[in-house]
């Protein structure tokens, strides 16, 4: 064999295995959008986010007392305390977008108070809200309402309430 032969040898098994190696990346092409797409999407979220703003916001009504801020970390807590879930809404709109994580834990006070809404009307003001947070965030968390006190009435319309978001 002389060196062009050999050289014409080391060319072909290279360009075999420069094959090879795109056909195995190129095996799953649904894996590759699906990772570009969350490259993009992360990316898009990042643009958005602010000098010094946190990533994740923790918006609550009076319940936020059984939050321990000191174990959050990265995270902007608001305390709305008595407001309801229209209030709350419309809080969320100032909010700037390119948050990772915007959790909302409200709803209680649309429940009791003077003049508590139907569970039906409770959820549906949540829809609304969680439009408007899913614009300002990439992840929305709603946390139920925990369990109050004041009557079997109330603790009733808590319970329907609840299970009306886990069908949402």
């Known amino acids: 064999m002389d060196a062009a032969e050999i050289l014409r040898i080391e060319e072909a098994n290279r360009q075999r295995t420069e094959s090879e190696k795109v056909e195995k990346e190129n095996d799953d092409p649904r894996k590759m959008i699906k990772d570009d797409r969350q490259r993009v999407d992360d990316l898009t ?22 939050v321990c801020d000191s174990k959050l970390i990265d995270t902007d807590v608001r305390c709305k305390r008595g407001k309801k879930i229209a209030d709350v809404a419309r809080d969320i709109t100032d909010l700037n977008r390119g948050h990772d994580q915007l959790t909302v834990m409200i709803g209680g006070n649309d429940c009791t108070g003077n003049e508590p809404s139907t569970a039906e009307s409770v959820v549906e003001k949540y829809s609304g809200l969680i439009d408007t947070a899913k614009e300002k965030a990439r992840n929305v968390t709603l946390v139920s309402i925990p369990p109050q006190i004041p009557s079997q009435e109330v603790r009733e319309r808590i319970v329907a309430v609840n299970a009306g978001l886990s069908t949402k």
């Open 45 to 66: 979220w990042q643009s958005f986010r602010k000098r010094g703003q946190k990533s994740t916001v923790l918006i609550a009504d009076g319940q936020r007392r059984h």
